[in-house]
């Protein structure tokens, strides 16, 4: 049941991830986390989430721009150390607020919650018809800043960076492959944190193994309908992943 459960996420959230460039990590980790410790399911989705992005960058990466890659990947990457380094001082901060839905429990953090609203209210400015979108938007090495922090700290790096990459002007295939680009380089220095973690990761190397092969279907369907779809669909998925995934953050889901 598990392993159908973690397959059939992995398909569908790598499909709509393709897209959007965040969120299979997001959407991945909770589900795992039903089955295994916390640490080890972060582990485990952090090889699944890295192994998806080797295969879309092999795909895409023709399309990276180098330019946005450095402006904004090299903060990103510094950052996300910083944002590793903070969590280790936040581990203290026990407070919470836990409740009970349909027999599953959830926790509803201050961390989790600033991040909900965070992205919730870039959401908002940034569809705003009334509003202009504030030039800091644009700023690429603003963008890597906070990819780097939130993804050091919790892991929803991905979430920011398409907040910021949508704002640049990018045709489609440059704000995919540009994207997971940086979210390779932030995987690597990601993946050094959970080195002590590992070997009970990888002893579930059966369901890492099928999880990653789901997450390669999705992705792959992605690729094959990449030219039928415009940069306004591209930017509507965004918006509605950015919306889903502040609210479950808010409400303690994720």
Known sequence: ???????????????LTFFSGFGLGTLLMPIIALFF??????????????????????????????SILVRFGVPAVIFAFLGAWFLELLSE??????????????????????????????LVVESSTTLHVPKAFKKLWLGGVLSGFFGGLSGHQGAFRSLF???????????????VSIAL??????????????ESALAQWQLILIATLSAFVGTMI??????????????????????????LLIVGFL
């Open 93 to 122: 901060w026990k407070w919470g607020l836990t409740y009970t839905l349909f027999d599953f429990t959830f926790t509803i953090t201050p961390l989790k919650c600033i991040i909900g609203l965070v992205i919730a209210l870039f």
């Open 1 to 15: 049941m598990e392993t159908l459960l973690v397959a059939g996420v992995a398909l569908s959230a790598s499909l």
């Open 185 to 198: 380089i932030v995987d690597l220095s990601r993946l050094s944190l959970y080195a002590k973690h590992w």
């Open 222 to 247: 992605g690729k094959f309908f990449l030219k039928k779809v415009s940069i306004e669909f591209i930017h509507f998925i965004v918006a509605w992943m950015l919306g889903i995934v502040a609210f």
């Open 37 to 66: 410790p916390l640490p080890i399911a972060i582990a485990i989705t952090a090889i699944v989430h890295f192994s998806n992005n080797l295969l879309k960058c092999a795909l895409l990466a023709r399309y990276s721009n180098f």
């Open 165 to 179: 990459l949508t704002q640049n002007a990018l045709s489609k295939e440059v704000f995919l492959a540009t994207g």
